[in-house]
């Protein structure tokens, strides 16, 4: 396994993980790479780990260029173990390298490996460190998306690596993003953000304000996932993505969510999408019992209206909409309107459940709609009546 250069003496020393389906309940149809980076320079500097199963791979790489024995400094951006869990493997064969981190990254590096030994340089925000010819500047990110994140900007190569920040799970043949088709690989980093980041849009514009603070001129993003945006629309693109995302600003469209026993929850989807359409809203429909939750998310980051339809089934929650539920819920969108409705045999309530999900993301609501089995025609005129007002909001 060979390292490959992404800039004079960078090079790139991460893993593919081609096989990859699901992290932890993120579906990743296209599997995902752990990228690391080794800097030759006076010293020589690797940045991030990989997730452990894929250690060799990551070893060699760095081994085509240089022996463990010369790695000055270890950068660790990140602690989660898709990044950090060979850690333990480089530290064994390089004890000589000083590992670069933060408060927090140190102390989950101790709370996860046996640390004894290994030397810390502990970094904030505005520090930087010499390695020769290259200065690497530091931003702690905290919470974005965990205590410990920062990212690292090699100054003279105006190269910011960004660790889980602008990435995607998306493996392929390719390293960079100008190789592969634009429209794929900007949709992947959507629905990384909208699977991963969401929960952090205020901590991720903070982080474009702070680069702006600190004047990081940048002509490439290397992020610890996918593939590498370089050049200055690439970087732009995905800069402004972000920051849109991030403000938490929407397009107006609609999303509904909904799961169905014998088409009567279904029914009032259609109807929905119908009378949503007819008011010009560009809505999406999907249906939980063939849709994965993490196709989904991505439609919330451009959705004001999100209507959530359940069939009631033994006085709870279907346990997919249930599921989605504890899945949007952790991912915490905001400033949207909802609406929740769905069809009962026995007793009505259930989607109240839906409706105080709602309160506690402090979102505006419009009353939930309940119909006993199948809605009849007059029915279906209530319902498309109670939309009308519902878009009102
Ligand atoms: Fe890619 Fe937060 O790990």
Same mark, same amino acid.
């Given at each position: 396994?060979?390292a490959?250069?992404?800039?004079?003496?960078?090079?790139?020393?991460?893993?593919?993980?081609?096989?990859?389906?699901?992290?932890?309940?993120?579906?990743?149809?296209?599997?995902?790479?752990?990228n690391?980076?080794?800097?030759?320079?006076e010293?020589?500097t690797?940045?991030?780990?990989?997730k452990?199963?894929?250690?060799?791979?990551?070893?060699?790489?760095?081994?085509?260029?240089i022996d463990?024995?010369?790695?000055d400094?270890l950068?660790v951006?990140?602690?989660?173990?898709?990044?950090?869990?060979?850690?333990?493997d480089?530290?064994?064969r390089?004890p000589?390298?000083?590992?670069?981190?933060?408060?927090?990254?140190k102390?989950?590096?101790?709370?996860?490996?046996?640390?004894?030994?290994?030397?810390f340089?502990?970094?904030?925000?505005?520090?930087s460190?010499?390695?020769g010819?290259r200065?690497?500047?530091?931003?702690?990110?905290?919470?974005?998306?965990w205590p410990?994140?920062?990212?690292?900007?090699?100054k003279?190569d105006?190269?910011?690596?960004?660790?889980?920040?602008?990435?995607?799970?998306f493996c392929s043949?390719?390293l960079?993003?100008?190789?592969a088709?634009?429209?794929?690989?900007?949709?992947?980093?959507?629905?990384?953000?909208?699977?991963i980041?969401?929960?952090?849009g205020a901590?991720a514009d903070k982080?474009?304000k702070?680069?702006?603070?600190?004047?990081?001129d940048?002509?490439m993003i290397?992020p610890?996932?996918g593939l590498?945006w370089?050049g200055?629309?690439?970087v732009?693109?995905?800069?402004?993505?972000y920051a849109?995302? !991030?403000s938490?600003?929407?397009? $107006?469209? =609609?999303?509904?969510? /909904?799961?169905s026993?014998? +088409?009567?929850?279904?029914?009032?989807a259609?109807?929905?999408?119908?009378?949503?359409?007819?008011?010009?809203?560009?809505?999406?429909?999907h249906?939980?019992?063939?849709?994965?939750?993490?196709?989904?998310?991505?439609?919330?980051?451009?959705?004001?209206?999100?209507l959530?339809?359940?069939?009631?089934?033994?006085n709870?929650?279907?346990?997919?909409?249930a599921?989605f539920?504890?899945?949007?819920?952790?991912? !915490?969108?905001?400033?949207k309107? $909802?609406? =929740?409705?769905?069809? /009962?045999g026995?007793?009505? +309530?259930?989607v109240?459940?839906?409706?105080?999900?709602?309160?506690?993301?402090?979102?505006?609501?419009?009353?939930?709609?309940?119909?006993?089995y199948?809605?009849?025609?007059?029915?279906?005129?209530?319902f498309?009546?109670?939309?009308?007002?519902?878009?009102?909001?």
């Open positions: 396994m060979k490959i250069q992404i800039k004079k003496d960078i090079y790139w020393v991460g893993v593919k993980d081609w096989n990859l389906r699901e992290f932890h309940g993120y579906t990743t149809p296209r599997g995902s790479t752990y690391a980076y080794l800097i030759m320079d010293k020589i690797l940045v991030d780990g990989v452990h199963h894929l250690s060799q791979e990551n070893l060699s790489r760095i081994q085509s260029i463990f024995s010369k790695i400094y950068v951006n990140h602690v989660e173990m898709d990044h950090s869990g060979n850690i333990p480089i530290m064994r390089a000589q390298a000083k590992i670069i981190t933060n408060n927090a990254g102390m989950a590096l101790e709370a996860h490996f046996d640390t004894t030994g290994w030397q340089e502990i970094i904030k925000t505005g520090d460190v010499s390695i010819s200065t690497l500047e530091f931003m702690t990110t905290p919470m974005l998306h410990d994140s920062m990212m690292t900007y090699v003279e105006k190269l910011l690596l960004p660790n889980d920040g602008f990435g995607q799970h043949d390719a960079f993003v100008k190789d088709p634009f429209d794929v690989v900007m949709e992947h980093a959507k629905s990384y953000y909208a699977n980041l969401f929960p952090f901590q982080a474009l702070t680069a702006g603070d600190l004047g990081l940048i002509e290397a610890s996932h590498i370089s200055k629309s690439e732009e693109a995905i800069l402004n993505n849109k995302w !991030a938490g600003a929407n397009e $107006g469209k =609609a999303v509904i969510v /909904y799961d026993m014998w +088409g009567a929850t279904a029914t009032l259609e109807t929905a999408m119908a009378e949503l359409q007819a008011a010009g809203i560009p809505v999406s429909k249906c939980l019992a063939i849709e994965d939750v993490s196709e989904i998310m991505p439609d919330f980051l451009d959705a004001k209206y999100i959530i339809g359940n069939p009631t089934v033994n709870q929650l279907h346990h997919r909409v599921g539920m504890a899945y949007m819920r952790g991912l !915490a969108p905001k400033n309107v $909802g609406l =929740a409705f769905g069809s /009962y026995w007793k009505p +309530g259930v109240k459940q839906i409706q105080q999900a709602f309160d506690d993301l402090g979102w505006s609501s419009y009353p939930p709609f309940e119909e006993k199948t809605p009849k025609s007059d029915v279906i005129q209530k498309r009546e109670h939309i009308r007002e519902y878009i009102k909001l």
